[in-house]
């Protein structure tokens, strides 16, 4: 009798094996797949030109790693991920131009898209423009109007002028105004304006003038608070400013302009540029500034209101300054609407009307 060859169980070796064009991918889809992945950002090597030539290490990194934390900026020149011209540096490096610059790849973080600047602001910022070259913009701010988004606000003035010039290369404040301040405030066209004025303010050779509505009669004699100014927070997390002697120098100059009944228009002079300072020191010297919500007493600032005051009367009203071409200049910005019409109701009561 034959001999049956015994029974096994089938094995994995035994289940049909795939053809060749299941095994493989054809080129074109290996092609296909490569396309599909995410390419991964490599490093950067950037050249410094002279426009970019001054500005330090940490401000320039930040323009080119938008949406990047600060904290990781600083992070990575401190850990020598980024050079200059192959060295290790450090953030308040200036460069220079013919520098080279190595920025390594960080991971940005999509912001969500926030609402954009309507036509009628960008016609509103558009409008308020008192001067313009090819090197600077004076712009006369809105009261309300903060000067850049952030803090909860989708946009400010900068983001809606930028909004209105989609062309323009280089558009940058050179300094800020509280957002309920209205008045003058400076914006660069170029980087060298950027650098010019900016260090012309921190030599105190660009005169602010702010023209302001405090309460009561301010003495002729008192031409100047010198008093140190120092940051704080309540318990609620509101930033504000008082008078320590822990605090920075901090000097502003007075004259009176115009005195009504219970009110007086006066010019102030801040020498030095801390935050708050013409308000502080006008709270501080007896005299808080008219429809200041954070430093004028709770009984003055409803008084105000009962006259008819909706809003913080300081106005910066006057620059006088050197321009990056190397003329004198000097520019006033008329006041608002609401800031007028509470100068003329002190007038008309103080003449009777």
Known sequence: MPRQAPNRKRTHADTRRPKPTERRRRPEQAAAVKQDAAPKPGVRWVRIDEEGAGQRLDNFLITQLKGVPRSVVYRIVRKGEVRINKKRCKPDSRLAAGDEVRIPPVVQKQKPETPAPSARVRRLVEGAVIFENDQLIVVNKPQGMAVHGGSGLSFGLIEALRAARPDARFLELVHRLDRDTSGLIMVAKKRSALRHLQDEIRGKRVTKLYHTLVAGHWPASRTEIDAPLERFELRSGERMVRVSDAGKVALTRFQVLELFDGYSLVQAFPVTGRTHQIRVHCAFGGHPIAGDDKYMDDV??????????????????????????????????????????TLERLRLRRSGG
């Open 300 to 341: 003055s600032l409803k008084a105000f209101r009962a006259q008819g005051g909706q809003r913080l009367m300081l106005h910066a009203y006057a620059l006088e300054l050197v321009l990056p071409d190397g003329q004198q200049a000097r520019f006033e910005a008329p006041y608002e609407t609401g800031f007028a019409e």
